[in-house]
């Protein structure tokens, strides 16, 4: 069955402190996989995506996330984090090469950032 | 500026009423979708439609109808059927015929039973 999970429901970090949030998916065609991100009712916004090539792909601020097909995972890091990185994140996994087809979403992992 | 509208923003319903959530979009795109986001529940798909006059279900359809009339428009319609339709009502479209490419939302429809 194709799924994805996030298995942080939530977590709390310090402004300034590095994040890492984890996302691991099993798809049965060759992936492509994205990070939204929600501020509380609003819409998704695309932070980034991969569909093919360099396994580390950069995103809207100052996020990024590295493809490892080995663990099926697609973890989205950021260095130092700001007060306004609080959201709810969503990863994503769609078929590749398949125009069209609807993407799947994990459960969500809510970020709250500390002072 | 080229996007996705959703409206209303908010929408009240009295047991036993069908309602109608809109969404339109000037982006061109031939897919269009809908999702139902409940708390800790993430996304869950309801129908997408890849091209004018073709819809699918989704995963969780039942209680649900759309239509696909023209490009731009995917309306939704909440049916009295639909047994706990209090949610949050998120619209997203893609260019279908192009493949590994995202999909845009619009900023979503609270939906509440009264």
């Known amino acids: 069955a194709q799924s994805v999970t996030q298995p942080d429901i939530h977590i709390t970090v310090s402004e300034g402190a590095s994040l890492e949030l984890r996302c691991n998916y099993s798809y049965g065609a060759t992936p492509y996989l994205f990070w939204y991100v929600q501020s509380p009712g609003q819409g998704l916004q695309l932070l980034l995506k991969?569909?093919?090539?360099?396994?580390l792909v950069q995103g809207i601020k100052g996020f990024e996330a590295e493809f490892k097909r080995s663990q099926s995972s697609f973890n989205l890091r950021k260095p130092s984090v700001h007060w306004s990185d609080a959201a709810e994140y969503f990863c994503a996994v769609g078929a590749a090469n398949q125009a069209g087809t609807a993407l799947i979403f994990g459960k969500g992992t809510t970020l709250s950032v500390s002072s | 500026d080229g996007g996705i509208t959703q409206s209303p923003k908010y929408l009240f319903r009295k047991e036993g009423q069908n309602v109608t959530l809109s969404c339109e979009q000037n982006?061109?795109?031939?897919?269009m979708y809908w999702y139902r986001q409940d708390p800790g529940q993430g996304l869950r798909l309801i129908y997408y439609s890849q091209i004018v006059n073709d819809f699918q279900k989704g995963d969780i359809a039942e209680g649900y109808s759309v239509s696909r009339e023209k490009k731009e428009s995917f309306p939704l319609t909440v049916t009295s059927a639909q047994k706990n339709p209090t949610a949050f009502y998120l619209c997203a479209s893609s260019m279908a015929r192009v493949a590994n490419t995202e999909a845009f939302f619009g900023q979503g429809t609270r939906l509440t039973v009264v």
């Open positions: 982006l061109n795109h031939d897919a």
């Open positions: 991969y569909f093919s090539g360099d396994t």
